[in-house]
């Protein structure tokens, strides 16, 4: 059981737009280990839903291949556990539309906190956030962005950026992966929820 009491929340994984180590805006590749990594760490804290952004059409006839494997063919009887996981993906061609599909669910636009792993940037402590998510009545999407992250176009359109990650040295460059892990157990986690 999640240790907040609102469920309006989710986790959108973009793949466009994302900018790659020159910084140019691209639209990256979708990862089975992304796909399958971050539903369990999201069925695993209660996050109501995960939605995967790509304009890419070939990137989400993948994903509905991969999660059709899991949902009603071999896999799900092989591991139901990955099934339950895998029931929370839903495929988006954009944000935009990703945020429409929520406004018309819960009849108001979702926030948007946008994540970084550029330091000086956060303007959203994980405080701040467990609390709308106990008192927020509009959903909220946890954005996290592939290749070399978000682009200056999509931060600038977000309703909040979350403070960054920081490690112990300079070395700063978390997987996805990891990077939503660790940012659900701080929001979401027994030891740091006021449990209801």
């Known amino acids: 059981m999640s240790g907040y009491s609102n469920n309006r929340f989710y986790v959108a994984l973009v793949h466009h737009p994302v900018v790659d180590k020159n910084g140019q805006t691209i639209a990256s590749a979708v990862t089975n280990l992304d796909l399958h990594d971050i539903a369990r760490v999201c069925r695993t804290y209660g996050v109501k ?21 899991w949902m009603t063919g071999a896999g799900g009887t092989y591991n139901p556990k990955r099934r339950q996981a895998l029931d929370l993906v839903r495929v988006c061609g954009s944000f935009g539309e990703m945020r429409d599909d929520l ?10 906190v946008a994540t970084t792993a550029r330091r000086n940037m956060g303007t959203l402590t994980y405080d701040r956030l467990r609390s709308m998510l106990n008192e927020s009545t509009a959903p909220v999407v946890l954005a996290l962005g592939t290749a070399w992250g978000l682009s ?45």
């Open 49 to 69: 839903g995960y939605y995967i952004i790509t304009p890419l059409e070939d990137q989400r006839v993948l994903v509905n291949r991969i999660l059709s494997h």
């Open 103 to 112: 406004h018309r669910t819960y009849g108001k636009p979702p926030k948007t």
């Open 152 to 196: 200056p176009a999509f931060m600038a359109e977000a309703d909040y950026i979350l403070d960054p990650l920081v490690g112990s040295g300079d070395y700063n460059h978390l997987s996805v992966r990891s990077a939503v892990s660790i940012m659900l157990d701080r929001l979401l986690g027994q030891g740091n929820c006021r449990m209801r």
